[in-house]
C-alpha cells in the first residue's frame, strides 16, 4: 500500500519537514526447508556391499549395505513424537554416477509425506515433509537403495525403477508408481555440473609506446559450484607485462614487469552463480609497426567437465597505429531484462579507450532512471576512477587520465514498488573527454529491462482469538500489486487455500477465477454460530459490512500458524506464498522468521496487523519484525500491545487510493503547521486531557471515476503504547470530528468531519490501523472535483508525534489504483516544540 502524511510533529515554531515520498522496500520471501529429522548422506556410485550408509541427526545410526546392492535405512518414530522435516543431502566428494532411493512407511496413515521425484547433484538436497494423521501412530520411515532396474515389494505395491542414460550423459527419473499409504520417490545424484566462461575486453586501437588495459571476466554459470579453477593468459608477440589485478582469494603467478610469458590465477572453489573481474596491462614495444595486429587470449578451466566448453576462452584483437591526438571512447550497458518491483538489479557498464592514444579529463556519468533506487556505485577493473554521487539520482567516475584499454563498473539500484507491470525502464551511462573523440556514435551504453511482477499477497491482519472467544478469528489477505489478481491454481487441484498449521488442514479455499483488486483485500473468518468472527458490523463497501469471503468453523489454536498456498491440496514450499505463526509453531511452513511469541488468549478486542510504516505492508519474512499487536484497550491484552483497533478488509472493502486521491493544503498561503491548516485547540476533551490539535487538508478525486465511499486508514501514529522513538513523545488519539465553516484566500469553506468507524468499539480513542470516514456530497465525489476534510486529534499527553493514513476510496465505476506511491515519511525533528498546555 502507499500513503500520505496528514501531518507534522512539532506544534509550532519549526516548518515540518513536509510531504516526501518515500518506498521502504523488502526483498521477495524465500521459503527454507530445515532439516528436524534425519539427514541422509549417500555416498559412492550406487551402494556396494558393506558400503556405510549414514542416517545422521536425531536417529544418529549407522547401517550396512546388503549383500544385493540395496541398504535399509530407517527412522523410528514414536507415539507423539514430532517428525518435522527429512532432508536427503547428496556427498560432496566422488562421482556419484547412479543412485536412487525409495522412502516409504510400514503405517498406512501418514499425511502431508511429501516426497517428490528430482535430481541432486552433490550438495544439493531434497526436502521431504513428515506428518501424521493422529499423534498416536508409530511405525518406522525406511530409506532403501536400489539400482537401475531393481523392484521394491511393499505392503502397500510394488515399485520398479527405471532409469536411462540420455545422450547428455546425465541420468533421470523416468516415473514411479505409490501404493496407499507409502510415498516413494526416484532421487538421483549426478556429477557436479559446471558452465563457466570468460569475456576479454580491451582497446581497439593503441599507439606503439603506450600501456594497454584488459579487462577479463569470468563467470560460474552452474549449476554448480567448480572446483581447481585456472585462468591462463600469455602476453602477445610485441608486449611485455606490466601489472595483473585478481580478485580477493585467487592465487597469482606473472612474469616479471617487462618481462613475457603467461599469466595464472587459480582458485580452489568458484561458487556457481558468481562473476569476478581481473585486469591485465600490458605495454606495446615501441618497435612494434603500424597495422600489426596485437591477439591476446584468456582461457577458464575447472576440475569439472563444462557442459558449454565454446565460451572457455575469449580473445581481444587490438591495431597498432602510430596515428596521435584522438581516442575512441566507447560505453556499453548491460543488464537484466526481466525484474520484479522490489528487486535489486546489477548493471555493469564497460568503459573502453579505443585509441589509439591516452584519453584525457575522462568523466563517466550514470544517471538513475525514475523508477529505481540508486543504491551502490563501485569500479571492479581497471585504473582507479574518482567515485561520486550528487545524492539525488547521478554517479560520475572521473580521471585525468585513461590508457588505452577497457575500465568496468558495477551499478546496483533497486526497482520501486510503485513501478506498474510491463514498464520497460532504461538506464544509460556516457563518457565524455577532453581529447578529441572521432566517433561520438558509442559514447552512451543503455540497458533496458521490463518489469513483470510476480503474484505477491500476503497475510495482512490476522487473530486466532477475540472477544466472542477462541474462535471469534479472521484472516485478512491483501493484493500488494499494481494490478487485480486472478486467483490460479498451480496444480489444477481448483484453487488456493488458507491451511492451518496445527492440522495441515485448509480452513478457506478460493476459487479459481476469484479477482482480488489491485491493492485489495480477502476475507476468511470463522462462521461458528455466536462464538466465531465477531466484526461482521465493521464498514466495508457502500451499505455493505466487513463480513467473511469465505469461512470455516474448525477452531485455529491461539499460539497456531496459518499459511497461504496456491493449492487447495498440496501444502509444501514449492506452493507457498505467505505465512504467519506463532514461535511454539514446529513446521517453518506455517511461520516466518522465529515467529510471534506470545499468543492471545484473553477476550479482547485486538489483532495483529502487518506494519505499513512507509505505506507499504513491510515484509522481511520475519513475522515478528513484520506485524504489531493493536488493541482497543491494550493494558487488558498486554504483551506489547498498543492502541488502535482490528479493520478487517474484505472484498468489498475500499482500495487504496494514495495515487490517485491527493492531498493539498486547504489555505495555500499558509504553512501546513499554521491556522487554519493546523488548529491547537487546549480545551480539554474525552480522550485529550491536553486539548486537540484539528489538522485540515484538501483532497482531490484524480481517479478519473466518482468516489463513492471514502475513508482514511491510520498506518502510523504516536499514540497509547507506541513504543518510544521521540523525545519527549505525544501520546494522540483519533476522535470523531464534526463539520467546520473555515475562512480562506480561496473563500469560505464547508470542512467535512470524520467519523472514527465502530464497531469495534474504541472507548479510548482511535489508534493504529483505525479507520475514520467521510461523508460525500450526494451521487459521490465526482472526478476532477475536491473535497476538504478535518481530522480531530485528542491530545492526551504532549510531545513530538506522528500521523500517518492511507487513502482508501470506492468509486463508480469500479477503478483499481493503478500507481500506489510511498507514504509521505516525516523524519524526527531534533529541535521540535512539543504539544504541551500554554
Same mark, same amino acid.
Given at each position: 500500500?502507499? &500513503?500520505? %502524511?496528514?501531518?507534522?510533529?512539532?506544534?509550532?515554531?519549526?516548518?515540518?519537514?513536509?510531504?516526501?515520498?518515500?518506498?521502504?522496500?523488502?526483498?521477495?520471501?524465500?521459503?527454507?526447508?530445515?532439516?528436524?529429522?534425519?539427514?541422509?548422506?549417500?555416498?559412492?556410485?550406487?551402494?556396494?556391499?558393506?558400503?556405510?550408509?549414514?542416517?545422521? &541427526?536425531?536417529?544418529?545410526?549407522?547401517?550396512?549395505?546388503?549383500?544385493?546392492?540395496?541398504?535399509?535405512?530407517?527412522?523410528?518414530?514414536?507415539?507423539?513424537?514430532?517428525?518435522?522435516?527429512?532432508?536427503?543431502?547428496?556427498?560432496?566428494?566422488?562421482?556419484?554416477?547412479?543412485?536412487?532411493?525409495?522412502?516409504?512407511?510400514?503405517?498406512?496413515?501418514?499425511?502431508?509425506?511429501?516426497?517428490?521425484?528430482?535430481?541432486?547433484?552433490?550438495?544439493?538436497?531434497?526436502?521431504?515433509?513428515? *506428518?501424521?494423521?493422529?499423534?498416536?501412530?508409530?511405525?518406522?520411515?525406511?530409506?532403501? &537403495?536400489?539400482?537401475?532396474?531393481?523392484?521394491?515389494?511393499?505392503?502397500?505395491?510394488?515399485?520398479?525403477?527405471?532409469?536411462?542414460?540420455?545422450?547428455?550423459?546425465?541420468?533421470?527419473?523416468?516415473?514411479?508408481?505409490?501404493?496407499?499409504?507409502?510415498?516413494?520417490?526416484?532421487?538421483? $545424484?549426478?556429477?557436479?555440473?559446471?558452465?563457466? +566462461?570468460?569475456?576479454?575486453?580491451?582497446?581497439?586501437?593503441?599507439?606503439?609506446?603506450?600501456?594497454? @588495459?584488459?579487462?577479463?571476466?569470468?563467470?560460474?554459470?552452474?549449476?554448480? *559450484?567448480?572446483?581447481?579453477?585456472?585462468?591462463?593468459?600469455?602476453?602477445?608477440?610485441?608486449?611485455?607485462?606490466?601489472?595483473?589485478?585478481?580478485?580477493?582469494?585467487?592465487?597469482?603467478?606473472?612474469?616479471?614487469?617487462?618481462?613475457?610469458?603467461?599469466?595464472?590465477?587459480?582458485?580452489?572453489?568458484?561458487?556457481?552463480?558468481?562473476?569476478?573481474?581481473?585486469?591485465?596491462?600490458?605495454?606495446?614495444?615501441?618497435?612494434?609497426?603500424?597495422?600489426?595486429?596485437?591477439?591476446?587470449?584468456?582461457?577458464?578451466?575447472?576440475?569439472?567437465?563444462?557442459?558449454?566448453?565454446?565460451?572457455?576462452?575469449?580473445?581481444?584483437?587490438?591495431?597498432?597505429?602510430?596515428?596521435?591526438?584522438?581516442?575512441?571512447?566507447?560505453?556499453?550497458?548491460?543488464?537484466?531484462?526481466?525484474?520484479?518491483?522490489?528487486?535489486?538489479?546489477?548493471?555493469?557498464?564497460?568503459?573502453?579507450?579505443?585509441?589509439?592514444?591516452?584519453?584525457?579529463?575522462?568523466?563517466?556519468? *550514470?544517471?538513475?532512471?525514475?523508477?529505481?533506487?540508486?543504491?551502490?556505485?563501485?569500479?571492479?577493473?581497471?585504473?582507479?576512477?574518482?567515485?561520486?554521487?550528487?545524492?539525488?539520482?547521478?554517479?560520475?567516475?572521473?580521471?585525468?587520465?585513461?590508457?588505452?584499454?577497457?575500465?568496468?563498473?558495477?551499478?546496483?539500484?533497486?526497482?520501486?514498488?510503485?513501478?506498474?507491470?510491463?514498464?520497460?525502464?532504461?538506464?544509460?551511462?556516457?563518457?565524455?573527454?577532453?581529447?578529441?573523440?572521432?566517433?561520438?556514435?558509442?559514447?552512451?551504453?543503455?540497458? +533496458?529491462?521490463?518489469?513483470?511482477?510476480?503474484?505477491?499477497?500476503?497475510?495482512?491482519?490476522?487473530?486466532?482469538?477475540?472477544?466472542?472467544?477462541?474462535?471469534?478469528?479472521?484472516?485478512?489477505?491483501?493484493?500488494?500489486?499494481?494490478?487485480?489478481?486472478?486467483?490460479?491454481?498451480?496444480?489444477?487441484?481448483?484453487?488456493?487455500?488458507?491451511?492451518?498449521?496445527?492440522?495441515? %488442514?485448509?480452513?478457506?479455499?478460493?476459487?479459481?477465477?476469484?479477482?482480488?483488486?489491485?491493492?485489495?483485500?480477502? !476475507?476468511?473468518?470463522?462462521?461458528?454460530?455466536?462464538?466465531?468472527?465477531?466484526?461482521?458490523?465493521?464498514?466495508?463497501?457502500?451499505?455493505?459490512?466487513?463480513?467473511?469471503?469465505?469461512?470455516? @468453523?474448525?477452531?485455529?489454536?491461539?499460539?497456531?500458524?496459518?499459511?497461504?498456498? %496456491?493449492?487447495?491440496?498440496?501444502?509444501?514450499?514449492?506452493?507457498? !506464498?505467505?505465512?504467519?505463526?506463532?514461535?511454539?509453531?514446529?513446521?517453518?511452513?506455517?511461520?516466518?522468521?522465529?515467529? $510471534?511469541?506470545?499468543?492471545?488468549?484473553?477476550?479482547?478486542?485486538?489483532?495483529?496487523?502487518?506494519?505499513?510504516?512507509?505505506?507499504?505492508?513491510?515484509?522481511?519474512?520475519?513475522?515478528?519484525?513484520?506485524?504489531?499487536?493493536?488493541?482497543?484497550?491494550?493494558?487488558?491484552?498486554?504483551?506489547?500491545?498498543?492502541?488502535?483497533?482490528?479493520?478487517?478488509?474484505?472484498?468489498?472493502?475500499?482500495?487504496?487510493?494514495?495515487?490517485?486521491?491527493?492531498?493539498?493544503?486547504?489555505?495555500?498561503?499558509?504553512?501546513?503547521?499554521?491556522?487554519?491548516?493546523?488548529?491547537?485547540?487546549?480545551?480539554?476533551?474525552?480522550?485529550?486531557?491536553?486539548?486537540?490539535?484539528?489538522?485540515?487538508?484538501?483532497?482531490?478525486?484524480?481517479?478519473?471515476? %466518482?468516489?463513492?465511499? !471514502?475513508?482514511?486508514?491510520?498506518?502510523?501514529?504516536?499514540?497509547?503504547?507506541?513504543?518510544?522513538?521521540?523525545?519527549?513523545?505525544?501520546?494522540?488519539?483519533?476522535?470523531?470530528?464534526?463539520?467546520?465553516?473555515?475562512?480562506? +484566500?480561496?473563500?469560505?469553506?464547508?470542512?467535512?468531519?470524520?467519523?472514527?468507524?465502530?464497531?469495534?468499539?474504541? +472507548?479510548?480513542?482511535?489508534? !493504529?490501523?483505525?479507520?475514520?470516514?467521510?461523508?460525500?456530497?450526494?451521487? &459521490?465525489?465526482?472526478?476532477?472535483?475536491?473535497?476538504?476534510?478535518?481530522?480531530?486529534?485528542?491530545?492526551?499527553?504532549?510531545?513530538?508525534?506522528?500521523?500517518?493514513?492511507?487513502?482508501?476510496?470506492?468509486?463508480?465505476?469500479?477503478?483499481?489504483?493503478?500507481?500506489?506511491?510511498?507514504?509521505?515519511?516525516?523524519?524526527?525533528?531534533?529541535?521540535?516544540?512539543?504539544?504541551?498546555?500554554?
Amino acid at each position: 500500500m502507499a &500513503g500520505m %502524511t496528514v501531518e507534522e510533529r512539532s506544534d509550532a515554531g519549526t516548518p515540518p519537514v513536509g510531504d516526501q515520498n518515500t518506498a521502504r522496500a523488502f526483498l521477495d520471501r524465500a521459503v527454507l526447508d530445515s532439516a528436524v529429522g534425519g539427514i541422509i548422506s549417500l555416498v559412492g556410485e550406487g551402494f556396494q556391499p558393506g558400503e556405510q550408509v549414514i542416517l545422521s &541427526g536425531a536417529a544418529n545410526t549407522v547401517l550396512i549395505a546388503n549383500a544385493n546392492g540395496g541398504a535399509a535405512a530407517f527412522i523410528n518414530f514414536s507415539a507423539g513424537a514430532g517428525l518435522g522435516n527429512l532432508t536427503l543431502t547428496g556427498t560432496t566428494s566422488g562421482q556419484v554416477a547412479r543412485a536412487s532411493v525409495l522412502l516409504h512407511a510400514d503405517v498406512t496413515n501418514l499425511r502431508g509425506m511429501i516426497v517428490a521425484p528430482a535430481i541432486v547433484r552433490p550438495g544439493g538436497t531434497v526436502p521431504v515433509l513428515l *506428518d501424521r494423521l493422529t499423534p498416536s501412530d508409530s511405525g518406522n520411515i525406511f530409506l532403501d &537403495g536400489v539400482n537401475q532396474g531393481s523392484t521394491m515389494t511393499s505392503a502397500q505395491g510394488t515399485l520398479t525403477f527405471n532409469l536411462t542414460k540420455p545422450t547428455s550423459g546425465f541420468l533421470h527419473e523416468v516415473g514411479y508408481l505409490g501404493g496407499s499409504g507409502d510415498a516413494e520417490a526416484t532421487v538421483l $545424484l549426478l556429477n557436479s555440473l559446471v558452465d563457466l +566462461s570468460v569475456t576479454k575486453s580491451g582497446p581497439a586501437m593503441v599507439n606503439p609506446g603506450l600501456n594497454m @588495459t584488459y579487462t577479463i571476466a569470468v563467470t560460474n554459470n552452474g549449476p554448480d *559450484d567448480a572446483h581447481n579453477v585456472t585462468l591462463t593468459d600469455a602476453t602477445p608477440t610485441g608486449t611485455t607485462f606490466q601489472s595483473f589485478t585478481a580478485p580477493a582469494g585467487w592465487t597469482n603467478t606473472t612474469p616479471g614487469v617487462g618481462g613475457t610469458g603467461t599469466i595464472t590465477s587459480t582458485k580452489a572453489t568458484f561458487t556457481a552463480g558468481s562473476t569476478v573481474f581481473f585486469t591485465l596491462v600490458l605495454n606495446v614495444n615501441n618497435t612494434v609497426l603500424n597495422g600489426t595486429t596485437i591477439s591476446n587470449t584468456a582461457t577458464i578451466s575447472a576440475a569439472e567437465p563444462d557442459t558449454n566448453p565454446s565460451d572457455n576462452s575469449s580473445t581481444q584483437m587490438t591495431t597498432v597505429s602510430t596515428a596521435t591526438g584522438s581516442t575512441d571512447l566507447a560505453v556499453t550497458k548491460t543488464g537484466p531484462a526481466t525484474a520484479n518491483t522490489d528487486d535489486t538489479l546489477t548493471y555493469t557498464i564497460a568503459l573502453t579507450n579505443n585509441g589509439p592514444s591516452n584519453a584525457s579529463n575522462v568523466t563517466l556519468t *550514470d544517471q538513475v532512471p525514475p523508477g529505481m533506487t540508486p543504491l551502490v556505485f563501485t569500479q571492479v577493473s581497471g585504473t582507479a576512477f574518482g567515485l561520486s554521487f550528487n545524492g539525488l539520482d547521478t554517479f560520475t567516475a572521473q580521471a585525468a587520465t585513461v590508457n588505452p584499454g577497457t575500465y568496468t563498473f558495477q551499478l546496483i539500484v533497486q526497482v520501486k514498488r510503485n513501478v506498474l507491470n510491463g514498464t520497460v525502464i532504461t538506464n544509460g551511462a556516457s563518457a565524455s573527454s577532453s581529447t578529441p573523440d572521432p566517433n561520438m556514435s558509442n559514447n552512451v551504453g543503455t540497458a +533496458s529491462t521490463t518489469i513483470t511482477n510476480p503474484t505477491h499477497v500476503v497475510i495482512s491482519e490476522f487473530r486466532f482469538h477475540g472477544p466472542a472467544g477462541a474462535q471469534d478469528e479472521f484472516i485478512e489477505l491483501y493484493n500488494d500489486a499494481n494490478l487485480p489478481l486472478t486467483v490460479q491454481d498451480t496444480d489444477g487441484s481448483g484453487g488456493w487455500a488458507i491451511v492451518a498449521a496445527i492440522d495441515a %488442514t485448509a480452513r478457506c479455499t478460493i476459487p479459481n477465477g476469484t479477482v482480488i483488486p489491485a491493492r485489495g483485500h480477502y !476475507l476468511c473468518v470463522n462462521s461458528t454460530a455466536s462464538t466465531g468472527y465477531s466484526l461482521n458490523g465493521y464498514p466495508a463497501g457502500t451499505a455493505i459490512n466487513a463480513v467473511g469471503d469465505a469461512s470455516y @468453523t474448525t477452531d485455529i489454536p491461539d499460539g497456531d500458524g496459518v499459511g497461504l498456498f %496456491t493449492s487447495e491440496t498440496s501444502f509444501v514450499g514449492g506452493t507457498l !506464498l505467505d505465512a504467519v505463526g506463532f514461535s511454539s509453531v514446529t513446521n517453518p511452513l506455517f511461520r516466518e522468521g522465529p515467529g $510471534l511469541t506470545l499468543p492471545i488468549s484473553t477476550n479482547s478486542q485486538f489483532s495483529f496487523v502487518r506494519k505499513l510504516d512507509s505505506g507499504f505492508p513491510q515484509d522481511t519474512n520475519n513475522n515478528a519484525e513484520d506485524f504489531v499487536l493493536v488493541a482497543t484497550d491494550p493494558n487488558a491484552v498486554g504483551n506489547g500491545a498498543q492502541l488502535g483497533a482490528p479493520g478487517p478488509e474484505n472484498l468489498f472493502s475500499p482500495i487504496q487510493r494514495n495515487a490517485t486521491i491527493k492531498a493539498s493544503l486547504i489555505e495555500p498561503l499558509q504553512p501546513s503547521f499554521a491556522p487554519p491548516n493546523r488548529v491547537r485547540d487546549m480545551t480539554p476533551v474525552t480522550n485529550g486531557a491536553q486539548g486537540t490539535l484539528t489538522i485540515r487538508r484538501r483532497f482531490k478525486n484524480a481517479t478519473g471515476a %466518482t468516489i463513492t465511499r !471514502l475513508r482514511f486508514r491510520v498506518v502510523n501514529t504516536t499514540t497509547l503504547d507506541t513504543p518510544v522513538s521521540l523525545s519527549p513523545q505525544a501520546d494522540v488519539r483519533l476522535l470523531t470530528s464534526g463539520n467546520a465553516l473555515v475562512t480562506t +484566500s480561496l473563500g469560505t469553506l464547508n470542512v467535512q468531519g470524520t467519523l472514527l468507524e465502530q464497531p469495534p468499539v474504541q +472507548s479510548l480513542g482511535g489508534g !493504529l490501523n483505525s479507520s475514520a470516514t467521510v461523508t460525500l456530497p450526494g451521487g &459521490g465525489l465526482a472526478a476532477g472535483n475536491t473535497i476538504d476534510v478535518q481530522f480531530l486529534l485528542g491530545v492526551q499527553t504532549g510531545g513530538s508525534f506522528r500521523f500517518f493514513v492511507n487513502i482508501e476510496g470506492l468509486t463508480s465505476p469500479p477503478t483499481n489504483a493503478s500507481k500506489p506511491t510511498g507514504a509521505k515519511e516525516l523524519k524526527p525533528q531534533p529541535v521540535a516544540k512539543t504539544l504541551a498546555p500554554n
